[in-house]
């Protein structure tokens, strides 16, 4: 009778435990269905997450990437993870399917799946997701890659209610199709955008016909773009929409950059909790904080802004190298510049005539370049360089070093200008900054310019090396570098050269230079602009570092 009642006792916790099991696991199984057919008859399903909460919901798509053909809406362990989690808070998740380009193609697809059959397929899951009885009318998107393209491109393009997204979330985004400034992965990108448009790269009208950095307008939906600073996604794509969205005015936009080198939905998992709070500020109404904030009270008291310094940009050793420590914990935007052409209209001799622009980061990875800065007709950026053939690079970085470089078109030479610009001066903070240049004649000089920002007094050291730069592999270092400060009126207000002769305790507690014959001076700035001219002390000439570093950091 005992073995009997355990028996029974068992069965009935297996049958409790399989109704249990049964329940939970239907909740969680998503489900694929029909919700509509592309214009070529093409049947588009999607595959949704349901949440256990009573409904109706507001609905977000999850759209795959995979070069614009290939893929599908489970392909990604990482994209299925983000329908659940979607499901989990509230949102019921739609995982679409759209035609494809070639080689790739769906069931009974009859077009080529080229442009613009994804994004009208994206419309299509938009409106079927509006019309969903078990949506509230609400509809936002999360797409990673070619997935993020096309949440680009419907949140900035339809008609407001119907067709055009409420609020979206790019993850390693395609925005200007037309960039083929070198990247790492420039051969993947050219092919892939050039096939998914199906015209040569030298096609640049169509293929910015098709790019959300060159078609989106002002009513854009809410729109939270996510990169990393080692993404197989050209990096240059985040700042070539960033700077169209500034053009526009508008500013319900943010940017992320992560450290390392996850692609699309891999970023997932680290943001989350901010994609997830983005949607459902978006579907609120709420705007989210301006994408360049104001300062807080406090924060830009001692600040290192703007940089700025002119040599002589060369080729090899001879480039012109800049560098710059994001410090603190939140990204940093920054808007480099490299000028050349136009130093010539301000009277400077032999200017480099075609300036190229390098960014790397500290891992000497290159993430992004340009050539020939671009203008948008009838929008006034009061920081683009004046000529066409100069440079101009909009980057949101993480904490950590960067490193810029400067060189010629074609092997030219010529006195060149590097800027660096703190577009958000009450965030992290810039706190370290260096050039390297050449000057090659002995009565050159180069010439760096830097802004103390905030209210109060800014206590920092500025350097200029040359002969301890030599073990790093430079065959011709500025044999003896003298230093000269002048504030905003032109007025000398420091020299140096060999730093022990001034300043030695001083400066000694500070970051001396290795060579006794490099110089340095530790001052003590009040808010304002500053030039350092850095020159050699004899009839030398050669490769300097002029270097500002912020003390009080």
């Known amino acids: 009778m005992k073995t009997r009642i355990l028996y029974l006792r068992f069965l009935l916790a297996v049958i409790v435990g399989l109704m249990t099991a049964g329940v939970a696991h239907a909740e969680v199984i998503p489900q694929t269905e029909v919700f509509g057919t592309a214009s070529d008859g093409t049947v588009l399903h999607w595959v949704v997450y349901t949440p256990t909460t009573p409904g109706p919901w507001p609905a977000v798509l999850v759209i795959h990437g995979g070069g614009f053909n290939e893929n599908t809406p489970t392909s990604s362990p990482e994209s299925v993870n983000c329908g659940n989690d979607l499901a989990a808070a509230g949102y019921i998740a739609f995982s679409i399917e759209y035609r494809l380009a070639p080689p790739g193609s769906l069931a009974g697809q009859v077009s080529d799946g080229r442009f613009p059959d994804q994004s009208d397929d994206t419309r299509v899951a938009i409106r079927a997701a509006r019309n969903d009885s078990r949506c509230n009318g ?34 390693s985004g395609v925005y200007d199709l037309s960039d083929f400034n070198p990247t790492p992965t420039l051969n993947y990108f050219t092919a892939t955008v050039t096939n998914y448009v199906n015209v040569p790269a030298t096609d640049t009208a169509a293929l910015r016909a098709a790019s959300p ?103 090899g050793d001879n480039v012109m190298v800049g560098g710059f420590i994001v410090s603190g914990t939140t990204v940093k935007r920054i808007v480099l510049r490299a ?54 690079l909009t980057a949101t970085l993480p904490p950590g070093s960067y490193t810029t470089v400067v060189e010629g078109v074609n092997g030219t030479s010529g006195v060149a200008l590097v800027e660096a610009y703190d577009m958000m001066p009450g965030n992290s903070r810039v706190g370290n900054i260096s050039t390297r240049g050449d000057i090659p004649f002995p009565h050159d000089v180069m010439v760096g310019g830097f802004i103390i920002g905030g209210s109060d007094s800014t206590e920092v050291i500025v350097r200029a090396l040359g002969p301890s730069l030599a073990p790093f592999g430079i065959s011709n270092p500025l044999p003896n570098p003298a230093l000269e400060i002048y504030d905003s009126n032109g007025t000398q207000i420091a ?59």
Request: one cysteine or more; proline letters at 9%.
């Open 495 to 553: 020299t140096n050269d060999d730093w022990r002769s001034t300043q030695a305790a001083e400066i000694q507690a500070t970051i001396p230079p290795a060579n006794d014959l490099e110089a340095a001076i530790v001052a003590t700035l009040v808010p304002g602009n500053y030039t350092a001219v850095v020159r050699d002390a004899g009839e030398g000439s050669g490769i300097g570092l002029v270097e500002v570093y912020n003390l009080e950091l």
């Open 138 to 171: 609400q509809v936002g998107a999360i797409g990673g890659s070619g997935g993020g393209y096309l949440t680009a491109f419907c949140a900035g393009t339809g008609t407001v209610g119907d067709d055009r997204l409420d609020v979206g979330v790019s993850l």
């Open 213 to 315: 950095a060159w078609i989106v307008d002002s009513m854009i939906a809410p729109l939270l773009m996510v990169n990393s600073t080692r993404d197989s996604m050209p990096y240059a794509q985040l700042g070539d929409m960033i700077e169209h969205l500034d053009a526009l005015g508008v500013t319900n936009y943010q940017a992320i950059t992560q450290p390392g080198g996850n692609h699309a939905f891999a970023n997932w998992p680290d943001v989350k909790g901010v994609a997830l709070t983005f949607l459902a500020n978006g579907f609120a109404g709420v705007p989210p904080p301006p994408p360049l904030p104001p300062p807080p009270p406090g924060s830009t008291t001692q600040q290192l802004l703007n940089v700025s310094t002119r040599a002589t940009a060369g080729v």
């Open 339 to 392: 000028l050349g052409p136009s130093l010539a209209q301000s009277g400077v001799s032999g200017a480099l005539t075609d300036p190229v622009i390098f960014l790397y980061n500290e891992k000497g990875e290159l993430m992004a370049s340009n050539d020939n800065r671009l203008k948008l007709d009838g929008v006034v950026n009061p920081l683009l360089p004046p000529d066409p053939a100069e440079s101009y």
